[in-house]
């Protein structure tokens, strides 16, 4: 038994070895690689936000041609609806933006933690939210869990409405809806490049 000179001392804690960061390999990637694959992954996460943005703008050209044949009502109408569809561009891309970012983040949260429900559960109100989760997991191989969860949360393929709209439809003039789901602030991973 040792016996220390200050008795309210405990004894020493074994030490952690700290790894020496001359030992770190950090691998290489080139640009034209890092670039291929974070536009890959920015594909995959908002494939469905993707596929609507371009059912738009072909929509918004559809009318936008019409405008140069048609007068009167129709001219307004065509006019009003080339509009909107255009505005649409703009909001499906912001919102394919802020679901990388939602990627992003909970690619670093599964990292640390591994799955768990509380961390999946702020981020699985829509469709396209738990199409990023599902990505995430899939990176980190927590695919499996990932689809169990949502499937013992009642969610399935067809729920793309978000479900906070269905309990409070309300909720889509709130200023605090469109601030979370067209401009999620930029989210820069600390464990991975893409």
């Not at 009167?72 to 509009?83: E, R």
């Not at 909970?106 to 981020?123: E, I, N, Q, T």
Request: glycine residues 4%; hydrophobic residues 40%.
């Amino acid at each position: 038994m040792t016996v220390y000179p200050n008795k309210t001392r405990s004894a020493p804690k074994a030490m952690i070895p700290v790894p020496d960061l001359n030992d770190v390999t950090i691998p290489i990637v080139s640009p034209w690689k890092l670039g291929y694959k974070r536009t890959v992954t920015y594909l995959r996460v908002g494939i469905i936000l993707h596929l609507f943005c371009l059912l738009t703008l072909s929509l918004f050209f559809w009318c936008f041609n019409r405008l140069f044949v048609t007068s009167g009502w129709q001219f307004t109408n065509n006019l009003l609806l080339s509009m909107f569809f255009f505005s649409h561009l703009f909001t499906t891309q912001l919102d394919a933006c802020s679901r990388y970012q939602n990627y992003k983040m909970v690619k670093d949260l599964f990292h640390v933690y591994g799955f768990r429900s509380m961390l999946a559960k702020p981020y699985s109100r829509s469709k396209c939210q738990r199409d990023s989760i599902l990505e995430a997991a899939t990176q980190l191989g927590l695919r499996s869990s990932a689809k169990l969860y949502f499937r013992n949360s009642g969610y399935r393929w067809y729920h793309i409405i978000p479900s906070v709209l269905l309990e409070n439809p309300m909720l889509l003039f709130t200023r605090g809806y469109w601030i979370t789901t067209l401009f999620v602030p930029k989210y820069t991973s600390k464990y991975f490049l893409w």
